[in-house]
């Protein structure tokens, strides 16, 4: 089975091999449109080094007149340079620390299997094979903190790689995952695989729902139970509004938990949206990607913690 690392940029092959990863959701409780009042509704619903320095202090000599009779002492100072206590200036990796301000730039102080220690989020630089310099579910690979997914392409649904590097962010987050992949009561949209759908499915349409592999579903689902998840979904839309975040076909939430919005390609992505026809979507988010990306890191939530992000 291939792996591929999603630190920076996912790598563009999908494998055949291995056992599914499928997501599965347990049910609906609602529907989503397809675009506002079109009367077609999407199933995706929520469900089942150290930096010191030793070198020494600089000793300098002067010498002048200390008398009237002209003759001059000599007198010694000495500048003393503060690393030569040899404490370091700032905490490398692995070391155990209290906050983050105790780490050595690019590193937070964050949990690995060695406890609370300096450690490197995504992107990152590491040297530990087993990821013991990387911050939570992290690993160290090709010398890069990231997230290893697999590639699977099986039926009878696989959560594609776009997805599950989502997934892990969102577990990193501590927020609710509900679900990728829909159950036999999802019937069409971008949770059902594009090889059980029918070719006039609206999750279909266009060249950009060309599947890359037609086992993948394309949508995932974000409980919005974390501190920071309304303004996360506030920065989703603004930053797909600007083209600063690519590949999203459809988004529904909620700002406020209470109004849920709607946005797509085709109804548009301001500020607010359009007001959604479906149920559900006010304590999740619900996020399609198109079907061509399944295979691409479109940072959804990406650098977001539960108490604030980007």
Same mark, same amino acid.
């Given at each position: 089975m291939k792996r591929f690392l999603f630190a920076t940029v996912l790598a563009s092959a999908c494998a055949d091999t291995g056992n599914p990863l499928t997501d !599965?959701?347990?049910? =609906?409780?609602?529907?989503? =449109?397809?675009? =506002?009042?079109?009367?077609?509704?999407?199933a995706? *619903?929520?469900?089942?080094? $150290? +930096?010191?320095? /030793? /070198?020494?202090?600089?000793?300098?000599?002067?010498?002048?007149? !200390? +008398?009237? #009779?002209?003759?001059?002492?000599?007198t010694t100072t000495m500048d003393v340079d503060s690393s030569s206590s040899g404490a370091p200036m700032c905490l490398p990796a692995t070391t155990p620390c209290t %906050?983050?301000?105790?780490?050595? %730039?690019?590193?937070?102080?964050?949990?690995? #299997?060695l406890g609370q220690v300096c450690c490197g989020n995504e992107g990152i630089g590491c040297n530990t094979p087993n990821g013991e310099d990387c911050c939570g579910a992290l690993l160290c690979i090709a010398g890069v903190c990231g997230y290893d997914v697999d590639a699977a392409c099986e039926p009878p649904c696989t959560a594609p790689p776009a997805l599950l590097i %989502?997934?892990?962010?969102?577990?990193?987050?501590?927020? +609710?995952?509900?679900?990728?992949?829909? $159950?036999?009561?999802?019937? &069409?949209?971008?949770?059902?695989?594009?090889?059980?759908?029918?070719? $006039?499915? &609206?999750?279909? *349409?266009g060249a950009?729902? %060309?599947?890359?592999? *037609?086992?993948?579903?394309?949508?995932? @689902?974000?409980?919005?139970?974390?501190?920071? /998840?309304? @303004?996360?979904?506030?920065?989703?839309?603004?930053g797909i509004a600007s083209d600063e975040i690519k590949g999203i076909a459809e988004v529904i939430g909620s700002y406020d938990g209470v109004n849920v919005r709607y946005w797509s390609d085709s109804s548009g992505w301001s500020t607010d949206g359009k007001p959604y026809q479906g149920s559900g979507h006010d304590t999740w988010t619900h996020v399609s990607v198109y079907r061509s990306t399944t295979l691409e890191d479109h940072g959804i939530l990406a650098g977001w913690t539960a108490n604030g992000g980007p």
């Open positions: !599965t959701m347990a049910g =609906p409780t609602g529907v989503g =449109p397809t675009g =506002p009042g079109s009367g077609q509704t999407d995706d *619903e929520s469900s089942s080094g $150290d +930096s010191s320095s /030793s /070198s020494g202090g600089a000793l300098t000599t002067t010498t002048g007149p !200390t +008398s009237s #009779s002209g003759g001059g002492d000599l %906050e983050g301000g105790e780490c050595c %730039e690019g590193l937070e102080c964050g949990t690995t #299997s %989502e997934k892990q962010r969102l577990a990193t987050i501590g927020g +609710s995952f509900l679900g990728i992949c829909g $159950d036999a009561n999802h019937t &069409y949209g971008f949770h059902v695989p594009a090889a059980n759908l029918p070719a $006039d499915d &609206y999750s279909l *349409e950009a729902n %060309e599947p890359v592999c *037609e086992w993948h579903a394309a949508a995932i @689902d974000i409980g919005m139970d974390w501190p920071a /998840s309304r @303004d996360w979904l506030k920065w989703l839309i603004a």
